[in-house]
């Protein structure tokens, strides 16, 4: 069952790149969920993914300290579940698409979260430095994070202006 969760039902034996194509069936696990249920159900997936993904990758990697196979990629899920709860949670607050995240809000936060995975920016490679069980998914829950953040600030810098070009 471990294993299952771990690679989030063999996800993570896909190749090339079993961690993007996590990435990419999270976003759309979290577009059908927020279209389903809101922020809501992408913030209760987003929630279970941690905590599972803590309690399988610790099982998984029990007696194997410093290992992150590249198979396991549910800290993949929960950190693009996290960054879709930006959009999520700024759509749901009222602004906008009566029920839908719209296309562009899955996009970013996918493009941002690969980005932050991948160059591990500065709280992100510190995680995963560590070589422990917990840092398998710190790193990913703060490239979800800074994903989310990151997505909210583009389309502030992209909507702002256009409000103030339109006037009152």
């Known amino acids: 069952m471990m294993r299952q969760i771990t690679t989030v039902c063999g996800l993570g034996l896909l190749r090339p790149a079993p961690g993007t194509w996590a990435s990419a069936a999270a976003a759309l696990l979290g577009w059908g969920a927020y ?6 159900l992408v913030a209760a ?14 099982a998984e990697l029990a007696g194997r300290p410093g290992e992150d196979p590249s198979e396991i990629v549910i800290d993949e899920v929960a950190g693009m579940l996290l960054a879709l709860a930006f ?31 991948i160059w ?47 006037g009152p």
């Open 35 to 40: 279209w389903l249920a809101g922020l809501p």
């Open 45 to 58: 997936l987003a929630a279970l993914a941690v905590l599972a993904g803590f309690r399988a990758v610790a």
């Open 87 to 117: 959009p999520a949670a700024a759509f749901w607050l009222g602004r906008g698409w009566e029920g839908w995240l719209p296309w562009p809000a899955v996009v970013f936060p996918f493009l941002f979260f690969r980005l932050f995975d």
């Open 120 to 166: 591990k920016p500065w709280l992100v490679g510190r995680a995963d430095r560590r070589g422990d069980v917990a840092g398998v998914m710190l790193d990913d829950l703060w490239a979800g994070l800074f994903a989310g953040l990151a997505s909210v600030a583009a389309a502030i810098l992209y909507h702002v202006p256009l409000a103030l070009m339109a």
